[in-house]
């Protein structure tokens, strides 16, 4: 590590949470408080889901690594507070993590930039779902808008028996606000980006092979029946396009320090073509985690890549 360690000052390690991803913030911080620690950094654990901003403010924080997953951590209300304190703090900003975490803003951002992204129709209660259905296409996936780890998602192969209700209503018990997006049935890939704008780099991509092709919560975190091929078995012109794609897609939205695009490979008559679904601000640092997977085949270690970030922690807005 060419920064002493010292230099950190006291560091706050922020996990836990309100969302319903808590239970893997808590594996992320850990993980990251463990890093930290290993490389004789003063790093504390605070989980905004137990104590309160006021706590914080009195924390003594020189900065903070966030390792907090989905609402009230990746959307935008954290980074406020950290702003408002004057704590520097790791990833993006408040407004691009207020858009990041909102798919369908950030879909739309990527369709005005030229990025491709599967169509999507936005849901209610009282939508025409068959029309919905045979405007996409047929088989869709239902999603809540900001929601991560697959929490409340659905795919539906057709509307036949009234699928496509049974499945916004599923969504609708995570986000007041839901969509159908064509489904993709392709090879799924994963890049993850460290740095901000023209010096954002993109590490080695990674191929998801879960069982039935189901990436869901059980297949993420729990279980060892997944396999991740990094780099994937791609052809290297097509990668490298790939990747610049995902660059663009973080840099489009204003992300910073580091983050994740997950990535639906579409199959055509000349091969295939890259489909972007999201950005994810604040990724998942667990023992099944993508972004230190290809950190380690980039030659660095997890507490490298930790270290790495929290020495970009900054303010979105300066003195």
């Known amino acids: 590590m060419s920064t002493p360690a010292s230099s950190f000052g006291r560091v706050g390690v922020l996990y836990g949470g309100r969302s319903s991803e808590r239970e893997i913030s808590l594996m992320s911080g850990r993980a990251v408080l ?13 989980d905004p889901g137990l104590q309160a901003m006021a706590e914080l403010e009195r924390s003594g924080f020189a900065r903070v690594f966030i ?19 004057g704590i520097p703090y790791t990833g993006s900003g408040v407004q691009a993590s207020a858009v990041a975490i909102d798919k369908l803003a950030t879909k739309r951002l990527w369709t005005w930039a030229g990025i491709p992204t599967p169509a999507w129709r936005e849901l209610e209660a009282d939508s025409d779902f ?3 259905a045979a405007e996409l296409g ?26 496509l209700k049974r499945a916004y209503d599923e969504a609708a018990r995570y986000d007041t606000r839901v969509f159908a997006e064509q489904l993709v049935a392709g090879r799924e890939l994963t890049c993850a980006i460290l740095g901000k704008g023209r010096n954002a780099e993109a590490l080695p991509l990674v191929e998801i092979c879960a069982p039935q092709a189901n990436y869901d919560y059980h297949n993420k975190y729990f279980t060892d029946t997944t396999q991740y091929l990094c780099p994937a078995p791609l052809e290297p012109d097509f990668a490298q396009h790939i990747q610049r ?40 640092m667990t023992g ?18 930790v270290v ?8 979105e807005v300066g003195p």
């Open 34 to 46: 463990e890093a930290l620690r290993g490389r004789g950094i003063d790093a504390h654990a605070f």
């Open 67 to 85: 390792a907090l997953h989905g609402r009230f951590g990746e959307d935008g209300t954290i980074q406020g507070v950290l702003e408002t304190l």
């Open 130 to 132: 068959d029309s919905v």
């Open 138 to 163: 047929g088989a869709v996936v239902v999603k809540p808008r900001s929601e991560g780890s697959t929490i409340g998602i659905t795919k539906v192969s057709s509307n036949t028996s009234g699928e």
């Open 245 to 284: 794609l995902c660059v663009q897609a973080y840099t489009t939205i204003g992300a910073r320090g580091w983050g994740r695009v997950d990535v639906m490979l579409k199959p055509q008559p000349d091969g295939e073509c890259a489909q972007l679904l999201e950005l994810n601000t604040s990724p998942g």
């Open 288 to 305: 099944h985690s993508l972004v230190p997977m290809a950190a380690r085949q980039a030659g660095m270690d997890f507490a490298d890549l």
């Open 308 to 315: 790495r970030i929290l020495s970009e922690a900054t303010l």
